[in-house]
C-alpha cells in the first residue's frame, strides 16, 4: 500500500499542493503534520510509521518535508526499512525500495545538510561581524540612561517595589533587575 505523508511548517501554509501530488502517486491512506520540521514531535509522522506494514511505501512530496537532519532521516529510512517498508519521494524522485533511490536518498541528505550549515557558518560570521563594528542585533534598549538612572533612584530610595517601578518605566521585572545589575539587555555587556 502507498501511504502518504505530508508537512507543512506553519498554520497558514497549506498542505493542498503536497495531498494533490500524494493523491497523483496512487497513496490510499494520508498522514499530516503542521510544525517545524526540526520539531522532535510529529503525531502525524508517528502515526503513518506505526501504520505501514511490511511491502508498504511511504510516499512524501518532497525530501525536507520529511526532517531536516540527516541523521533522522537516515535512522527513519533505516527503521522502516527494517519493518520492510520503502520510501518514496516525489520531487526528488526517490524510491528506497532499489539500491539506486537509497543511494541518491544519501547524498540529498548530505548535500541538505551541507547547505544548512553553511547558512549557519555565514549567519554567526555576520553577526560577528557586525559586533565587531560594534552594531549589536535585536530589540533597542527600552530605557534611555535617564531613565535606568531614575529606576536605580526608585530601588535605592525602598519607597517602591520592583513591581510598580516596572508598571511605572513599562518594562518587566526581570529588566528591572537586568538594569540594576548593570547589564545591557540588548549585547548583554557591561553598561559603563
Known sequence: MLV?????????????????????????????????????????????????????????????????????????VAYLESKGVGLKFLQEKIDTTGAAGKFYLQIFGALAEFERNMIRERTTAGLASARSRGRFGGRPKKLSKEKVEMVKRLYESKEHTVKEIAELVGISRVAIYSYLNGKDLRNKKKVT
Open 4 to 76: 502518504g505523508y505530508s508537512r507543512v511548517s506553519t498554520d497558514e501554509q497549506n498542505l493542498d499542493l503536497q495531498i494533490d501530488a500524494l493523491k497523483i502517486s496512487g497513496c490510499e491512506k494520508f498522514f499530516q503534520d503542521i510544525g517545524s520540521g526540526s520539531s522532535i514531535e510529529r503525531k502525524g509522522l508517528k502515526e503513518a510509521v506505526e501504520f505501514m506494514r511490511s511491502g508498504d511505501v511511504l510516499v512524501v512530496w518532497k525530501l525536507d518535508r520529511l526532517g531536516r537532519s540527516l541523521k533522522h532521516i537516515i535512522e527513519l
